[in-house]
């Protein structure tokens, strides 16, 4: 089992690029969600997808990030321009049907100079 | 401007002594809880986790208590090693959708 893989681990863009982070969840999982880490301001939920099918995108922060999940193995999270206050690690996680546990991918680090 | 970190709450042991880490939840409709890991540079790890028709489970080293009266929740780490330091995160899920909402977070310090 391969986990979740995210991609880029690193990213530095410079400020008003667009960024395109990427995501495979565990084959087999129907959730996905997406988060963010800062230390403002923790772990912040931005979207979920179940099925594909995006359920809850109140946590993306503007319209600048949209998030995407073409089929029930990839996902993109999408910032569109980027900006410095973006600056943080974007962390994919999957789970599967009524297991509750989410699996967390390593993360992709965005910097935004 | 300059920012300001949020600094986290620390908890310091020595190796060998049990640790406890404690959580504040917000939502009474809560219905299920879990503790997570997150080593340095590293995603969030699964510890243990708890329905919110219980009140203790306990896995290997590792026992979460739930008080709903008061809405807390802790995770006992006994005989706690150096490679338990870590950021130590609590998680509500506050709707059958299984969205998790994340706690602050708690770093434990491991001294040898």
């Known amino acids: 089992d391969a986990g979740v893989i995210q991609s880029p681990r690193h990213e530095v863009t410079e400020m008003g690029q667009e960024v395109t982070l990427r995501c495979k969840p565990i084959s087999g999982h129907n959730s996905l969600f997406w988060y963010r880490q800062t230390m403002m301001r923790g772990l912040e939920l931005l979207i979920y997808?179940?099925?594909?099918?995006?359920?809850?995108d109140s946590g993306m922060p503007e319209d600048r990030f949209s998030a995407k999940m073409p089929n029930a193995s990839f996902s993109t999270l999408k910032i569109q321009p980027s900006e410095p206050r973006d600056s943080a690690v974007y962390f994919c996680?999957?789970?599967?049907?009524?297991?509750?546990?989410?699996?967390f991918g390593s993360g992709t680090r965005l910097t935004v100079v | 401007g300059e920012s300001v970190g949020l600094h986290l709450p620390t908890l310091s042991v020595q190796e060998g002594d049990n640790s406890i880490i404690n959580c504040a939840y917000s939502n009474s409709a809560s219905d299920y809880f879990i503790w997570y890991k997150q080593e340095s540079g590293k995603g969030p790890q699964f510890i243990i986790d708890?329905?919110?028709?219980?009140d203790k489970r306990q896995g290997q080293r590792v026992t979460v208590l739930l008080n709903k009266t008061v809405k807390h929740l802790s995770l006992q780490i006994a005989a706690t090693q150096p490679g338990d330091s870590a950021v130590y995160f609590c998680?509500?899920?506050?709707?059958?959708?299984?969205?998790?909402?994340f706690g602050q977070g708690t770093e434990l310090s491991v001294k040898p």
């Open positions: 997808f179940n099925n594909n099918v995006p359920i809850d």
């Open positions: 998680a509500e899920r506050r709707n059958q959708g299984g969205k998790l909402i």
């Open positions: 996680a999957s789970k599967e049907g009524a297991n509750y546990g989410y699996t």
């Open positions: 708890i329905r919110s028709n219980m």
